[in-house]
């Protein structure tokens, strides 16, 4: 593989800008997923998922690291969502083959227009943090939030950050900064269950995947500097934009889809 191949160049520009939108609120993928596909049009689908988890996961697990070394988390709801993402992310990809993910677009549409209406009115939506849950209500909630989330990342994907994020706020009173850095460690574990799906089945090109993943890494380190450098208010405005990105393109692929 040569670095130097303007295709390669291109690459890992999109994984450094995914890794610092990733970083700040979820969907990196939207960029580096179409990068790649528009790369290697004769590529196996599968293959380019797995190029994309390989990257991702290095970027999404440095931001959890060091999100964790500025700001206290709250691992007792951190970690019961992450064991059941990686459960049930798992079981997602198990059952693409039997469910027609078609028809989740819809649904998945209303949920964002949702999300972001919501946010939109309500200005201090976010902006402080006071969880609200604690003892087995808190653990409840956060295996149902985290298995449902994996089980969604398994199965389709697009936009698990940003479902996550806005989850986080409003179920359990954390503010964006706080949902941000908690949603990256429930990344780690839903990227880990697909990588164990596809690095057995040689789904993956490593070379690149690696590559990639130390641009990943770059983009979250300045994803993290700007999203604790501005804090709740800045990471809503940029949870909004991503908001619209992935409406429109959800919409797009509505009305287009030809079964």
Request: charged share 10%; aromatic share 14%; glycine share 12%.
């Amino acid at each position: 593989m040569d670095a130097l191949n303007p295709i390669f160049l291109v690459l890992i520009v999109a994984a450094g800008l995914a890794g610092m939108i990733d970083a700040v609120v979820g969907g990196g993928g939207l960029v580096q997923i179409p990068a790649l596909f528009t790369a290697f049009p004769g590529q196996d689908p599968a293959t380019l998922f797995g190029t994309n988890k390989c990257a991702s996961i290095f970027g999404t697990g440095n931001a959890a690291w060091r999100y964790s070394r500025r700001i206290v988390l709250p691992w007792r709801t951190i970690l019961p969502a992450a064991l059941a993402a990686f459960l049930l992310s798992y079981a997602g990809a198990a059952v693409v083959d039997y469910l027609p993910r078609h028809a989740v677009r819809p649904l998945i549409l209303l949920l964002l227009i949702f999300a972001a209406v919501y946010t939109w009115q309500r200005r201090d939506f976010g902006q402080s943090h006071q969880p609200t849950h604690s003892g087995h209500r808190e653990w409840l909630y956060a295996t149902l939030l985290g298995g449902a989330i994996g089980f969604y990342d398994g199965f389709f994907g697009p936009g698990t950050g940003s479902f996550l994020i806005f989850l986080f706020v409003r179920f359990f009173g954390f503010d964006f900064l706080h949902a941000s850095a908690s949603s990256k460690w429930v990344n780690v574990a839903t990227n880990l269950a697909a990588l164990a799906y596809f690095v057995p089945a040689g789904q993956i090109m490593l070379s690149l995947g690696l590559l990639m993943a130390a641009a990943n890494i770059i983009g979250s380190m300045i994803g993290i500097r700007l999203a604790l450098r501005y804090g709740s208010g800045f990471i809503r405005q940029v949870f909004l934009v991503l908001a619209g990105v992935l409406i429109l393109r959800f919409a797009w692929d509505t009305l287009t889809y030809h079964g």
